[in-house]
């Protein structure tokens, strides 16, 4: 019995499979790794707050994989600009990372004013320090 192959269309195969096959399969996967942990977080934020507005809910962003020297880089992340008013990264990083929570401008005028009573005392509404 004899055996008989051409290594040059073998390693051609192989070659074909290690440069073009696997890393357009590592790019799809990891591309859909980025979508689904998107999706779980807007998921988890509907979940965790009363009352999520789509702005707050679509503030979680991606980056699709980039190739950068061997090795695919991409990341998730909150958005931080806004058109108007507060970056979702402000309001959103206490409840992520833990820390004092993000005060509105609103609390913020609040601090240390001074407010009359009905009796006529003089009263903090919200002193420095004072939680929410």
Same mark, same amino acid.
């Given at each position: 019995?004899?055996?008989?192959? #051409? /290594?040059?269309? $073998?390693?051609?195969?192989?070659? #074909?499979?290690?440069?073009?096959?696997?890393? @357009? *399969?590592?790019?799809?996967?990891?591309?859909?790794?980025?979508?689904? +942990?998107?999706?779980?977080?807007?998921? &988890?934020?509907? /979940? +965790?707050?009363? !009352?999520?507005?789509?702005? +707050?809910?679509?503030?979680?962003?991606?980056?699709?994989?980039?190739?950068?020297? &061997?090795? $695919? &880089? *991409? @990341?998730?992340?909150?958005? #931080? #600009?806004?058109?108007?008013?507060?970056?979702? !990264? @402000?309001?959103?990083?206490? =409840?992520?990372?833990?820390?004092?929570?993000?005060?509105t401008r609103f609390q913020r005028a609040l601090t240390n004013t001074?407010v009359r009573q009905i009796d006529g005392r003089n009263v903090q509404? @919200?002193?420095?320090? =004072?939680?929410?």
């Amino acid at each position: 019995m004899e055996v008989s192959f #051409d /290594a040059q269309k $073998l390693v051609g195969e192989v070659n #074909d499979l290690v440069k073009v096959q696997l890393p @357009r *399969a590592t790019f799809m996967s990891l591309n859909k790794a980025l979508f689904s +942990t998107r999706q779980k977080l807007q998921s &988890e934020a509907k /979940a +965790t707050f009363k !009352s999520t507005v789509k702005f +707050t809910q679509n503030s979680f962003l991606y980056e699709k994989p980039v190739q950068v020297g &061997e090795t $695919l &880089e *991409a @990341r998730v992340f909150i958005r #931080d #600009d806004a058109p108007k008013g507060n970056a979702p !990264s @402000r309001y959103l990083n206490p =409840h992520i990372r833990g820390g004092p929570a993000y005060q509105t401008r609103f609390q913020r005028a609040l601090t240390n004013t001074v407010v009359r009573q009905i009796d006529g005392r003089n009263v903090q509404a @919200r002193p420095q320090g =004072h939680p929410a």
